[in-house]
């Protein structure tokens, strides 16, 4: 399945809720979530209530949307978290919030998902001295997260040591550096995002 091309805000309609995959824009009056808040389509208005397996269903492609991830790598997230001691739904979130994109957004690095994973993909990051461009690499407790020297000078990354931004507590920054370290484990109190786990495990254990 190939990645999502349509109009972004769309996919904040179909889940009924603000998933701020735009950065700035989520934040002003001019979101169009705000002024049409129902389903897109020409039945948007006019949604019935959905079965228990479309509740989970939703569920599981709003943590979808959120991190930016293809149903392919979702599942193959959730088979790992499946692997791992401890919850399988709380290990499922964690394991997407370690993610290199998702870290890079977190520092403040970039105003949205989707605008970190490009900056991956694009390499301007490194990780322990070493450059790395996979979104999806999972980032460990102690690893250092720096932008590039020849990255350093970008409008972006000036924006970033200029106004820091407040992170969750398993990050810490230093703005003059333009970097980032993993300083512990994220616990599930620690990510806010709006997603209800235990459905996720619901229906793929069906």
Known sequence: MARYTGATCKLCRREGMKLFLKSDKCYTDKCPFAKRSYAPGQHGQNRKK???YGVQLREKQKAKRIYGVLEGQFRNTYEKAEKLRGIT???LIKLLEM???NAVYRLGFAG?????R???SHGHFLVNGKKVDIPSYQISVNDVINVREKSKGSEKF??????PKTLPKW???NAEKLEGKVVAQP??????VPVNETLIVELYSK
Not at 112 to 116: F, L
Not at 158 to 163: G, I, L, S
């Open 187 to 192: 616990s599930r109190e620690d990510i806010d």
């Open 171 to 173: 990050l810490e920054a």
């Open 112 to 116: 949205s998902r989707k605008e970190a």
């Open 50 to 52: 959905l079965s228990n």
């Open 118 to 120: 490009i900056l991956v």
């Open 158 to 163: 000036k924006t970033f040591a200029e106004n």
């Open 99 to 101: 993610r290199l994109d």
């Open 89 to 91: 739904g709380e290990n």
